[in-house]
């Protein structure tokens, strides 16, 4: 930029000052505005204004002054023009006038004035042009208006160290130029002056605010009386000063007012006094001591430190209970409570001051001096007690405390004859004075008592217990005479009557009994009469309780009612374990309704769990007697004498049966069962050849079958099975028994394959929704190469193509499902297995079944999942259950195990693989009693289903074996499979 440039001041523009502290704007020095350069003269004239409209003005006449001298540099470019000089009449031009007019005549082209500068049509001259003196006076008026506001502002902002506020003065500086000077006198400073410049004070709100006073918290009583008795006590160990007012807190001094008080002194005392109790009790052996250790310990933790909220509390409610004493004082309850808490506050002797003068001013209240006596020791409760007893003679509890406080029993005996002396009709003291006797004595004083008070039946019924037969009755009937409408008499006549073994007479005082509490209104309940059975009967007295359910259980019952209520009182009983009383109302309910089956059949289950073998047969005699169409009663007791090896009597039940049941399958099917399971095969074949002349079955011929098949006749049991199917083609029992002779017992080879086939296909054909049968058929074909027939992956394929026909004609079967996946892992097949498993629980998602061979079959990060999942699914299926705490017994997880056990078999107690299962666990991890337990509890009900046990126990070589060996061989299945897989 040439020198003395100033930007934007061709456009008007002028220097400013900014309105932050930093000084004015930017200006070239003054040496640059000399006369030879203008702009540096305008620059110069802008920078020295401190107004704005005033620089802004001065800017205008520079720039105009510029102008004008440009103009005249222009016109003097080439010297002064000569004398009568025309501009432009070389070119054709006219004169101008000589006053400066505009000519008249054509100006040629390109021809302009002289002072046109070469500027562009309409533009000519400069944007200030005008002469110096074109402002008015409101040009003048605005100036210096502008002109005071702005010094108005400077004065605000700038400090003017030398007090000049001129309105001609220099321009604003910034701050640091302000204070260089002081700045600079910093350097003369000494290091004293710097030291004596005081801190900068803090006047923050805080310290306006109003000062508290400072709050002094004093020493608690029982530390300072603490202290004092350790200053007293010489042997206290510590530094005992009084002196001084200081007291010392972990090094701290702090002052208090008029003691010093070292806290590790007192710690020292109190190790000191505790030393010096150890000393007290211990022997006179060195180092033994007579302590016991967890007593003090204990001691030590009930000791009670009392807080400053319960002193508060106890002070409250000392104002409260003395403000209840001044209004009422002669309420004995708040004398009592007062004293109470005092006891409570540690303070006996002022508790037994408060009572004292309660049973002053409260002479007649028996509760103030029973508490009186409380809080006193044993001699000064005894004399508390005494004048009790003088003032309130007839206060029954204050005698039997005063009894209570004796140590022996001969004084007790003097205080309760006392007390008897003054209250003769107390039931309580006469009570508390014969408890003391023995018999002898007591029996004399029962004579006085049910004379004194005759209206007490404890004492009439504790007289007759006391006396003989005779002098009983007799007691008995006074007792009648005084109480005509107590039960109790009553009973205890007929179990008087009964322990002598007058059975016939109880019946009759029970009877006389209920009819002499009708005559005199005693209302007595039908219940309640129930439970006085049951009471009789607890007592050992059952024909009393027979007596009283004969009498009573009949009584408002509306007759439509009876059969359905004593059923649920005899129910009722036996949950109550009231055993002959629930036998009584059933006899009593199959008198009125002899033909009833389910009362019967209620009779011989009770009997069969509570009662003995002689009552079990009783009772199914009557039944079988009462319904002989009924074949239930005949074969439970047949069964019964089996059991019990009276097979003779057995036979004879069975021949009795027949000739009230000639055409009774199940009759029939027993006695065949009879002389079967006693080694009878020819009497059995006999009985079963006339069964299939008389009463011809589906059964019967299958029984047949099977007893030819058991004696190894395959022959003939085909020919049965042959003979039976033409009658019976529906029958799928049949099929799968002719199928399985011919695969498993024959010789295994073509025929005997295609024979089997053929039963299998005719049964499919005629029953196709039997699912044992598809699965038969398919296992069958599973195992061709064994008979020479095929490979296996031939029988693989034809038994999975089997499987899939019986889905489609049994839909949503978990059984078929199951068998398939089985299959397929038979096979080698795992993948198709798993993708078996999950569409089967999409079409089946509840299946127990599948459920449980899903969790049992998984990897075992995935068994606990599974188990989720299924439990979310089937919670109460047995086999689910099962499933889960075999995964326990996997993780070594016993007890877990075995509640889960005991789970499953609570839900289903006739599935028998529950019950291998949880044998198997015992046998492998259990000891002896718990694998007993768990076949005993097998071998009591007898479980008939579940997959494994159907196999093992319907296996030819295990038919005749009992449960017991059928849970045994079930274990054992299961134990070698877990060891195959381990």
């Known amino acids: 930029a040439p020198k003395g440039y100033v930007p934007g001041l061709g456009r008007g523009a002028a220097g400013f000052v900014t309105r932050s502290d930093v000084g004015p704007a930017s200006r070239p020095t003054a040496a640059g505005a000399d006369g030879d350069d203008p702009s540096a003269a305008a620059a110069s004239s802008v920078g020295g204004s401190g107004s704005r409209a005033s620089e802004l003005r001065a800017a205008k006449l520079a720039m105009q002054k510029m102008q004008r001298a440009q103009q005249e540099q222009q016109q003097n470019a080439f010297g002064q023009a000569p ?139 029982s530390l300072l009386e603490s202290r004092s008795m350790a200053n007293a006590d010489a042997t206290a160990g510590g530094q005992n000063t009084m002196a001084g007012t200081v007291q010392v807190l972990d090094g701290v001094a702090t002052s208090t007012a008029g003691y010093r008080t070292n806290l590790s002194g007192l710690a020292e005392a109190r190790s000191t006094v505790m030393t010096m109790s150890l000393d007290k009790m211990s022997d006179s052996v060195s180092g033994q001591t007579v302590i016991d250790p967890k007593g003090y310990l204990t001691s030590l933790s009930n000791t009670k430190i009392a807080s400053a909220a319960e002193v508060g509390d106890v002070n409250k409610a000392r104002l409260l209970l003395k403000s209840v004493r001044d209004t009422n004082p002669k309420h004995g309850p708040g004398w009592i409570a007062a004293a109470r808490v005092e006891e409570a506050a540690g303070k006996t002797a002022h508790a037994r001051k408060l009572i004292m ?64 002396e003054a209250n003769p009709n107390s039931v309580t003291l006469w009570k508390a004075a014969i408890d003391l006797e023995d018999a002898s004595d007591a029996k004399v004083l029962l004579a006085v008592a049910v004379e004194k008070v005759p209206h007490s039946v404890e004492m009439w019924l504790a007289l007759a217990r006391l006396e003989t037969y005779d002098n009983a009755r007799k007691v008995l009937n006074q007792a009648r005479k005084h109480l005509p409408t107590e039960r109790a008499v009553w009973i205890a006549a007929a179990k008087l009557e009964e322990s002598q073994n007058h059975g016939d007479m109880v019946d009759m005082i029970v009877d006389k009994a209920v009819r002499s509490l009708d005559k005199h209104d005693a209302v007595v309940a039908r219940a309640q009469w129930l439970k006085e059975a049951e009471a009789a009967e607890a007592a050992g007295a059952p024909l009393t309780s027979a007596a009283i359910v004969k009498c009573t259980v009949g009584r408002g019952v509306d007759d439509e009612d009876r059969q359905r209520t004593w059923a649920d009182d005899a129910n009722g009983a036996l949950s109550r374990n009231a055993v002959a009383t629930a036998r009584a109302i059933l006899a009593h309910s199959l ?22 073998a002689s009552s079990l047969d009783e009772v199914l005699a009557a039944a079988s007697e009462r319904l002989p169409r009924t074949e239930i009663f005949w074969l439970v007791r ?28 199940p009759v029939w099917l027993a006695a065949v069962k009879l002389e079967w399971e006693t080694g009878e095969i020819e009497r059995a074949r006999v009985l079963l050849t006339r069964a299939r002349e008389r009463a011809p079955t589906a059964r019967i011929y299958m029984k047949s079958a099977l007893l030819e098949r058991e004696c190894q006749q395959y022959k003939v049991a085909l020919e049965l099975l042959e003979e039976g199917l033409k009658k019976y083609p529906t029958f799928a029992k049949m099929y799968m028994m002719g199928g399985q002779i011919c695969s498993e017992d024959l010789t295994k080879d073509r025929i005997n394959l295609d ?87 999409q079409e089946c998602p509840t299946s127990g079944l599948l459920l449980a061979e899903n969790i049992s079959t998984s990897p075992r990060v995935e068994q606990k999942s599974k188990s989720a999942d299924a439990i979310k699914r089937r919670p109460d299926d047995p086999r689910v259950i099962a499933a889960v705490a075999a995964l326990f017994a996997g993780e070594r997880k016993h007890d877990k195990a075995r509640k889960w056990f005991e789970r499953a078999v609570k839900l289903d107690s006739d599935v028998g693989d529950s019950w291998a299962k949880w044998y198997a666990f015992e046998l492998d991890v259990g000891k002896k009693e718990a694998q007993e337990n768990v076949k005993q509890r097998c071998i009591a009900v007898e479980p008939k289903h579940g997959e494994l046990w159907c196999r093992v126990s319907k296996a030819m070589l295990n038919r005749r074996k009992s449960s017991s060996e059928h849970l045994e061989a079930a274990a054992q299945s299961i134990l070698e499979k877990q060891q195959k897989l381990n």
């Open 83 to 221: 004398a009568g000089y025309v501009p432009g009449a070389g070119r054709g031009a006219t004169s101008y006038g000589g006053d400066g007019s505009v000519p008249t005549g054509p100006v040629p082209t390109g021809a302009r004035p002289p002072d046109a500068g070469g500027g562009a049509p309409g533009m000519e001259g400069s944007l200030f042009s005008g002469k110096d003196d074109q402002f008015d006076d409101d040009d003048d008026e605005a100036d210096r208006i502008y002109d005071a506001i702005d010094e108005r502002m400077n004065s605000k902002r700038r400090k003017d160290n030398n007090g000049n506020n001129s309105t001609g003065g220099g321009s604003s500086s910034a701050i640091g130029d302000q204070f260089r000077e002081l700045k600079q006198k910093l350097a003369s400073v000494t290091e004293d002056e710097w030291s004596a410049i005081p801190d900068v004070g803090d006047y923050s709100l805080r310290h306006k605010q109003k000062r508290r006073e400072d709050v002094f918290t004093p020493l608690t009583d």
């Open 357 to 420: 003068e309660g049973c002053e001013i409260c002479p007649d209240n028996e509760d103030v001096w029973l508490e009186a006596a409380r809080l006193h020791p044993q001699d000064q409760a005894k004399t508390v007690l005494a004048a009790a007893a003088r003032r309130m003679p007839t206060s029954v509890k204050v005698y039997l405390r005063a009894a209570d406080l004796e140590n022996h029993d001969y004084a007790k005996k003097a205080v309760l004859r006392k007390a008897l």
């Open 591 to 612: 008198a009125a309704f002899p033909t009833k089956r389910s009362l019967w059949l209620q009779a011989v289950d009770l009997e069969r769990k509570q009662g003995s």
């Open 638 to 665: 047949a069964k019964e004498k089996w059991l019990a090896g009276e097979v003779d009597k057995s036979r004879s039940i069975l021949t009795e049966a027949f000739k009230a049941n000639p055409d009774s399958e």
């Open 755 to 841: 024979r089997a086939r053929k039963f299998y296909q005719r049964g499919l054909q005629n029953c196709p929704n039997s699912i044992v049968l598809w699965c038969l058929a398919s296992q069958l074909e599973e195992r061709v190469s064994e008979y020479g027939a095929g490979s296996v992956n031939a029988g693989v394929t034809k038994a999975r193509s089997l499987l899939e026909l019986a889905r489609l004609k049994n839909a949503k079967n978990p059984d078929l499902w199951l068998e398939a996946i089985r299959l397929e892992r038979r096979a080698g097949n795992e993948k198709l297995a798993v993708s078996l498993m999950a569409r089967a629980l």
